[in-house]
C-alpha cells in the first residue's frame, strides 16, 4: 500500500522524514506546502493513502483519485477542508489525530488571553508608531473563565487556569467532570464569564454556535478567545460586538477565511489580538502529531 503527504512544509517533512522505520509503508513526501486541490490526484498517482496537512480535499477532487482508500487529517478540523460522509459514500475512509497538540493550544489560548487582558498587542503598535499609550487593564485573578466544549484542550486550559487563580466554569454537550471545574448551562456561563473561551470541533451542530443572539447574552466586557475554528462564531455579530465594546477583546486564532485578507475587518479593529492558525505550532506537538500519522500509516497498510 503506497501513501503520499501532499503538502508537508519543511518542518512538518523533516519530522515524517526521521520518524519513519525499515518496514514502513511506502509514503512519498511531497514538499511544497503551497498546492492546490486539484493537484491532489497527479500527486497522489493511484496510491491509496493521502496524508493532508491543510490542503482542501473536495468530493469532486476525491472522485478523481483513482485508487485512494483512505485520508490521514493531521488534527481534528477535517470538515474545514472536506465532506467525510461525501468522502465514505466513495469508499474513502477520514482517519482524524486527537490530543497531539493539547498543551500547545491551551497554552496559546491562555497566551491570548492574558495579551487581551493587559492590551500589549495595542500598546506595542501604538508604541512602534511613536505613541505612549496606557490603558487600565483587567486583572484576571479572582475572575471567571467560561470554557464552551471542554475536550483535552478546554483541561489544559482549565489546569492552567485554576493554576493562576482564575474560578473555572464550563459547558459541554455531554456531562463532563474535572477537579476545581463546575459545569454549568450555556446561558449562565455566557452571563457569567469574564473570559469564554471557545474549544468545540466543527460540525452541523456547532457551526455558528455563538451566534447573535448568544452573544448579546454574554457578560458585557467580555473576553472571547478562539482556538477552536473561525466558522463556530458568527463573524458578523463578533464584529458588531467588538465595535460596541460589548466584547472588550478577541485573541483569535482562527477565521473564516485563512489567511486572513489584508483587508478584512478583523485587521482594522483596535480590540483584537490576531494570530495565524498557530496554536498548535510547537516541535513537541509536532512530533506528536507525525508519530500519530505513521501510526495510521502502517496501521492502514497492514490492514488494521
Known amino acids: 500500500m503506497r501513501g503520499v503527504f501532499v503538502d508537508a512544509n519543511g518542518s512538518l517533512a523533516d519530522v515524517f522524514e526521521r520518524q519513519r522505520?525499515?518496514?514502513?509503508?511506502?509514503?512519498?513526501?511531497?514538499?511544497?506546502?503551497?498546492?492546490?486541490?486539484?493537484?491532489i490526484p497527479g500527486l497522489l498517482d493511484g496510491a491509496e493513502i493521502v496524508v493532508i496537512d491543510h490542503t482542501a480535499l473536495p468530493t469532486d477532487i476525491a472522485k478523481r483519485c483513482t485508487g485512494l482508500k483512505h485520508v490521514v487529517f493531521l488534527g481534528t478540523g477535517a470538515r474545514s477542508y472536506m465532506n467525510p460522509e461525501e468522502?465514505?459514500?466513495?469508499?474513502?475512509?477520514?482517519?482524524l489525530i486527537k490530543g497531539y497538540g493539547d498543551t500547545a493550544v491551551a497554552e496559546c489560548a491562555i497566551a491570548l488571553m492574558w495579551t487581551a487582558a493587559r492590551g500589549i498587542a495595542k500598546m506595542d503598535r501604538e508604541m512602534r508608531a511613536g505613541n505612549w499609550l496606557r490603558e487600565d487593564a483587567m486583572q484576571l485573578t479572582g475572575k471567571t473563565l467560561g470554557l464552551i466544549g471542554f475536550g483535552g484542550i478546554a483541561a489544559e486550559v482549565a489546569r492552567i487556569a485554576l493554576g493562576s487563580g482564575m474560578k473555572v466554569i464550563a459547558w459541554n454537550r455531554s456531562p463532563k467532570q474535572f477537579p476545581g471545574v463546575e459545569f454549568v448551562s450555556i446561558d449562565r456561563l455566557l452571563a457569567q464569564s469574564d473570559v469564554a473561551s471557545l474549544?468545540?470541533?466543527?460540525?452541523?451542530?456547532?457551526?455558528?454556535?455563538?451566534?447573535?443572539?448568544?452573544?448579546?447574552?454574554?457578560?458585557?466586557?467580555?473576553?472571547?478567545?478562539?482556538?477552536?475554528?473561525?466558522?463556530?462564531?458568527?463573524?458578523?455579530?463578533?464584529?458588531?460586538?467588538?465595535?460596541?465594546?460589548?466584547?472588550?477583546?478577541?485573541?483569535?486564532?482562527?477565521?473564516?477565511?485563512?489567511?486572513?485578507?489584508?483587508?478584512?475587518?478583523?485587521?482594522?479593529?483596535?480590540?483584537?489580538?490576531?494570530?495565524?492558525?498557530?496554536?498548535?505550532?510547537?516541535?513537541?506537538?509536532?512530533?506528536?502529531?507525525?508519530?500519530?500519522?505513521?501510526?495510521?500509516?502502517?496501521?492502514?497498510?497492514?490492514?488494521?
Not at 87 to 95: F, N, Q, S
Not at 229 to 253: C, F, Q
Open 87 to 95: 468522502l465514505a459514500d466513495l469508499g474513502i475512509a477520514v482517519h
Open 199 to 304: 474549544h468545540l470541533l466543527l460540525n452541523d451542530e456547532t457551526r455558528g454556535f455563538l451566534s447573535r443572539e448568544r452573544i448579546q447574552v454574554m457578560r458585557p466586557g467580555v473576553i472571547l478567545i478562539n482556538t477552536a475554528r473561525g466558522a463556530v462564531v458568527d463573524e458578523a455579530a463578533m464584529i458588531e460586538a467588538l465595535k460596541s465594546a460589548h466584547i472588550r477583546h478577541a485573541g483569535l486564532d482562527v477565521f473564516n477565511t485563512e489567511p486572513l485578507p489584508v483587508d478584512h475587518p478583523l485587521t482594522n479593529i483596535p480590540n483584537v489580538t490576531l494570530s495565524a492558525h498557530s496554536a498548535f505550532r510547537t516541535p513537541e506537538a509536532s512530533e506528536n502529531l507525525i508519530h500519530a500519522a505513521w501510526e495510521h500509516c502502517r496501521r492502514l497498510a497492514g490492514g488494521g
Open 21 to 39: 522505520k525499515s518496514g514502513d509503508p511506502a509514503v512519498r513526501i511531497n514538499r511544497n506546502a503551497d498546492i492546490k486541490s486539484e493537484d
